[in-house]
C-alpha cells in the first residue's frame, strides 16, 4: 500500500446509511450457542434461559454481546468507504467497546446509525474507528452502543506531515485504561470451545470466510480457519455473568475487550477475573498455548450475591 491508498478527509467525511436489523428468538438462541452456552451441559439452569424458556419465563434471555450482532452492516463494508483502500485479507479486530442502556428485547427491529469515530497512522497500519448506536424501532430508545476498532495490516504511512495523523470524536476517557492485577484473580472459568464454534458462530451473520474457508486463512497466516475475536468475547462475558452475576445478564452495562491473539476452534479458553469496584477485570487465555488470548473489562450495574 502506498499513501495514496488513504484519503483521511474523504474518511471522516464518510456518512453511513441507516440500516435496520430485524431478529427474533430464534436468531438470540442461535447466538448464545454460537458463543457455547448450554455447551458444557445442556441442562445448566444459568445457561439454559438463553435458548429456552420454562416455569413461566415468557422468553429467552438476551446475552449483551448481542449487540455485536445487531451491528452487523451497519457500518457497511468497509472497503466500501472512499478514501478506504486495503487488503481484506490483513484486516484485524483490533477492541471492541460496548455500552448497554437496556436490556435487548427477545426479538425486535433495530435502527443503526454509525459514523467513523476514528482514524490513526500507524505507520505500517491505518486503525479505523466505526462507533455505531441502535435503537429499537418501534419505541425509538437506544439500546445500545458500539465502538469497534479495526487494524488495517499494510495500509500505512498515509501521513503528510511530520507527526502520524489521527482524529477521534469522542471524548479520550471513554475506555478505561486496563490493567491486570498482579494478585490472584478472585475466580477462574474454563471453557471448551467445539471444532465447529466459528462455523455455528458465523450463523450469527458474521461470514467472513477466514474463519470457514481453509485456504483464506493460509493466505492471511494462519494455519487454518481461526474463531471469530467477537465468539471469544462472548465466551469470556457469558464466564463473568455466570460467575459474579449470579447468571443475570441484565447486570452488565459495559464492555471492552481488546484483541491480543487469535483462537483456533477446539482450544480451551480460561477466563481469569478480579474485582474493582463496578468493575471485573479479566482476561482470557488459551490454555493449550498458554497465551493471553483478550483482555478487558465488564461494568456491572450493581454489586451481586455472588460479589
Same mark, same amino acid.
Given at each position: 500500500?502506498?499513501?495514496? @491508498?488513504? #484519503?483521511?478527509?474523504?474518511?471522516?467525511?464518510?456518512? /453511513?446509511?441507516?440500516?435496520?436489523?430485524?431478529?427474533?428468538?430464534? #436468531?438470540?438462541?442461535?447466538?448464545?450457542?454460537?458463543?457455547?452456552?448450554?455447551?458444557?451441559?445442556?441442562?445448566?439452569?444459568?445457561?439454559? *434461559?438463553?435458548?429456552?424458556?420454562?416455569?413461566?419465563?415468557?422468553?429467552?434471555?438476551?446475552?449483551?454481546? /448481542?449487540?455485536?450482532?445487531?451491528?452487523?452492516?451497519?457500518?457497511?463494508?468497509?472497503?466500501?468507504?472512499?478514501?478506504?483502500? /486495503?487488503?481484506?485479507?490483513?484486516?484485524?479486530?483490533?477492541?471492541?467497546?460496548? &455500552?448497554?442502556? *437496556?436490556?435487548?428485547?427477545?426479538?425486535?427491529?433495530?435502527?443503526?446509525?454509525?459514523?467513523?469515530?476514528?482514524?490513526?497512522?500507524?505507520?505500517?497500519?491505518?486503525?479505523?474507528?466505526? &462507533?455505531?448506536?441502535? $435503537?429499537? *424501532?418501534? @419505541?425509538?430508545?437506544?439500546?445500545?452502543?458500539?465502538?469497534?476498532?479495526?487494524?488495517?495490516?499494510?495500509?500505512?504511512?498515509?501521513?503528510?506531515?511530520?507527526?502520524?495523523?489521527? $482524529?477521534?470524536?469522542?471524548?479520550?476517557?471513554?475506555?478505561?485504561?486496563?490493567?491486570?492485577?498482579?494478585?490472584?484473580?478472585?475466580?477462574? $472459568?474454563? #471453557?471448551?470451545?467445539?471444532? @465447529?464454534?466459528?462455523?455455528?458462530?458465523?450463523?450469527?451473520? #458474521? $461470514?467472513?470466510?477466514?474463519? @470457514?474457508?481453509?485456504?483464506?486463512?493460509?493466505?492471511?497466516?494462519?494455519?487454518?480457519?481461526?474463531?471469530?475475536?467477537?465468539?471469544?468475547? +462472548?465466551?469470556?462475558?457469558?464466564?463473568?455473568?455466570?460467575?459474579?452475576?449470579?447468571?443475570?445478564?441484565?447486570?452488565?452495562?459495559?464492555?471492552?475487550?481488546? /484483541?491480543?491473539?487469535?483462537?483456533?476452534? +477446539?482450544?480451551?479458553?480460561?477466563?481469569?477475573?478480579?474485582?474493582?469496584?463496578?468493575?471485573?477485570?479479566?482476561?482470557?487465555?488459551?490454555? &493449550?498455548?498458554?497465551?493471553?488470548?483478550?483482555?478487558?473489562?465488564?461494568?456491572?450495574?450493581?454489586?451481586?450475591?455472588?460479589?
Amino acid at each position: 500500500m502506498t499513501s495514496t @491508498s488513504i #484519503d483521511p478527509e474523504l474518511i471522516i467525511a464518510h456518512k /453511513f446509511p441507516e440500516t435496520t436489523f430485524t431478529y427474533t428468538e430464534r #436468531d438470540v438462541a442461535l447466538y448464545a450457542l454460537g458463543i457455547g452456552a448450554s455447551g458444557g451441559d445442556a441442562v445448566d439452569e444459568k445457561e439454559l *434461559k438463553y435458548v429456552y424458556h420454562k416455569n413461566g419465563q415468557p422468553f429467552v434471555k438476551v446475552l449483551p454481546t /448481542f449487540a455485536t450482532v445487531i451491528t452487523f452492516g451497519a457500518a457497511g463494508n468497509l472497503h466500501e468507504v472512499p478514501g478506504l483502500q /486495503f487488503d481484506p485479507r490483513l484486516l484485524l479486530h483490533g477492541q471492541q467497546y460496548i &455500552e448497554i442502556y *437496556k436490556p435487548f428485547p427477545s426479538s425486535a427491529c433495530i435502527l443503526n446509525r454509525a459514523v467513523v469515530a476514528g482514524l490513526h497512522d500507524k505507520g505500517k497500519a491505518t486503525v479505523i474507528e466505526v &462507533e455505531s448506536i441502535s $435503537y429499537d *424501532k418501534a @419505541s425509538g430508545e437506544a439500546l445500545c452502543k458500539n465502538r469497534m476498532t479495526v487494524y488495517l495490516r499494510g495500509a500505512g504511512g498515509f501521513s503528510k506531515t511530520s507527526s502520524p495523523y489521527t $482524529y477521534s470524536n469522542y471524548p479520550p476517557d471513554q475506555v478505561l485504561p486496563v490493567k491486570i492485577p498482579k494478585s490472584q484473580p478472585f475466580t477462574v $472459568y474454563e #471453557d471448551c470451545t467445539q471444532q @465447529s464454534q466459528a462455523l455455528l458462530y458465523r450463523l450469527s451473520g #458474521d $461470514y467472513n470466510p477466514l474463519h @470457514s474457508d481453509p485456504e483464506f486463512a493460509t493466505i492471511a497466516g494462519f494455519s487454518r480457519p481461526i474463531l471469530h475475536g467477537l465468539c471469544t468475547l +462472548g465466551f469470556a462475558v457469558r464466564a463473568i455473568i455466570k460467575c459474579l452475576c449470579n447468571g443475570e445478564p441484565a447486570l452488565v452495562s459495559g464492555i471492552f475487550g481488546r /484483541f491480543l491473539l487469535h483462537v483456533y476452534p +477446539g482450544e480451551t479458553l480460561i477466563t481469569e477475573m478480579w474485582l474493582e469496584g463496578s468493575r471485573v477485570i479479566y482476561q482470557t487465555k488459551v490454555k &493449550e498455548r498458554s497465551r493471553t488470548a483478550l483482555m478487558g473489562y465488564v461494568v456491572l450495574n450493581r454489586a451481586t450475591s455472588a460479589m
